[in-house]
Each structure stands twice: as structure tokens, then as C-alpha cells.
């Protein structure tokens, strides 16, 4: 019944969907990433794709081909890069889920040749914090219904109810790295925070998370948008 309440809403809706790491460069040779395999996001676009909505895949650099269904996808590698293509692909849409692990700093500058050692001396380098997509997102004055992501070590709800206070999503999805669930593993385990309080999903595989936490953002939009 959810999964088919999530069907009639999201028909022809038009959801945009990050995925993966981000990179940033550091010379022609090196950059920092993390271990974001990508995995998550692309379940939930395959998801919101079989409920019937237009998908928009915006890509970090991932191995992960496109998932069946999906409109169009959007390879970038940076933060700077993503920003853009999701505020491009999200002028015109009704939802934005951010499953990204857009990396928080970036090099402030890029060596444009490889860096080399130094005889022992230490190598500092310096960041400057990269662009908060959903950030941008929720300062517009028309802007698409937003989910965001909260993978956190320690201290998940709390840090979780405090984007989405911080950032104004309307919901945000949140779960615990490690112990054999979220980055780089097979299963995850969500609970989701919105207005209207917390909700579980369970331990699952992430196509089947996916499917579910889909089904809940398309009752939520329904509630809110419908
Ligand atoms: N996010 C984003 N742009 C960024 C960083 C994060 O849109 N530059 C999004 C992520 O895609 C995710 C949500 O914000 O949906 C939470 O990401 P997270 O890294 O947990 O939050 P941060 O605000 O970066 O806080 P911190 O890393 O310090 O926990
Ligand atoms: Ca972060």
C-alpha cells in the first residue's frame, strides 16, 4: 500500500538524485576523496526511478553503471563541480535527495605539476571548506522539496536533528558508519528525521532500503507539496 500510495505521487515527478564521493584535486596526480561507494544513492534514484519519477543521477567519481530507469546522469568529480550540476538539474524540479559525501575542503590551491618531496620536511597543505549543496538549495526561494543524509560515527540523532534544523531540510535520512553497515558496505540502516518525528527502517540491503525510504519521502512530499 505505501509502495503504491509512493507510485501515484511520484509519476512524472522530476527528482534529482547525488551519489558517490567527491574529489578534489590536489595536483595532477593526487587528490582527497572518501569512501563513499556510491551504492546508496544509486539504489534510491533506481528506486524513485520504478516509482515513476524523471531522474537525474548527478555522479561523483564512482564505478557504478546507470541504473535502469533513470533520465539522465551527471558525471562530475568536485564539490564545486556537483554544486553546479545539481543547482542546473534541480531549476525545474520537485525534489532534491542529497546522498552525496560531498567532501567538505578542497586544496586552496592546485599544483598544476606533481608535487615533489622535500628531504624530510613536513608538507602542509591548506583547505578552504567547500560549498554546502543543500545549503544552496534551501536558500532559494523556490526550491524542491530536500533530503539530506547524515552518515555519522557517534551521537547520530543528534547530529542528524541538527542539520536538519541547520541546513532547513525537510527531512533528512541518517545512519551509523560502521559495524558493517554504510560506507563501502552491502547493508544500511536508516532512521529518518522530519518534522513529523522518526521512523525506522531496519537493517536491509540497500536496493530494498532504498525502496522504502522512497516510499516515505514520496508520502512526506504528499503531505506537504501535494
Ligand atoms: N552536503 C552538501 N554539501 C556539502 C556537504 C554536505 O549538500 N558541501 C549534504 C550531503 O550530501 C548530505 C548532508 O549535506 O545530504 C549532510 O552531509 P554531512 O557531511 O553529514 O554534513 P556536513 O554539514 O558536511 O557536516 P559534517 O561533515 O561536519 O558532519
Ligand atoms: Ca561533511
Do not use: C, W
Not at 166 to 177: P, S
Amino acid at each position: 500500500m505505501v509502495a503504491s500510495l509512493g507510485h501515484a505521487v511520484l509519476r512524472g515527478r522530476k527528482v534529482v538524485v547525488s551519489a558517490g564521493p567527491t574529489y578534489e584535486d590536489i595536483d595532477p596526480v593526487r587528490f582527497i576523496g572518501n569512501r563513499s561507494s556510491g551504492r546508496m544513492g544509486f539504489a534510491v534514484a533506481e528506486a524513485a526511478a520504478q516509482a515513476g519519477a524523471e531522474v537525474t543521477l548527478v555522479a561523483g567519481p564512482v564505478s557504478l553503471a546507470t541504473p535502469p530507469g533513470v533520465a539522465h546522469r551527471v558525471d562530475v568529480r568536485s564539490a564545486t563541480q556537483m554544486r553546479d550540476a545539481v543547482v542546473a538539474a534541480t531549476a525545474n524540479a520537485d525534489i532534491y535527495i542529497g546522498a552525496a559525501a560531498v567532501g567538505d575542503y578542497r586544496p586552496a590551491e592546485v599544483s598544476d605539476h606533481k608535487i615533489k618531496k622535500r628531504d624530510g620536511a613536513a608538507l602542509e597543505l591548506s583547505l578552504a571548506e567547500n560549498p554546502d549543496i543543500l545549503g544552496t538549495l534551501a536558500a532559494q526561494t523556490v526550491r524542491p522539496f530536500l533530503v539530506g543524509f547524515a552518515a555519522e560515527t557517534h551521537d547520530v540523532e543528534r547530529y542528524a536533528r541538527d542539520k536538519l534544523a541547520r541546513k532547513g531540510l525537510d527531512m533528512i535520512a541518517a545512519n551509523q558508519v560502521g559495524g558493517g553497515l554504510g560506507f563501502e558496505a552491502a547493508d544500511n540502516a536508516l532512521t529518518l528525521y522530519g518534522p513529523e518525528g522518526a521512523i525506522e527502517l531496519p537493517r536491509a540491503s540497500k536496493t530494498e532500503l532504498a525502496r522504502q525510504l522512497v516510499a516515505k519521502i514520496a508520502e512526506r512530499y504528499a503531505a506537504v507539496r501535494g
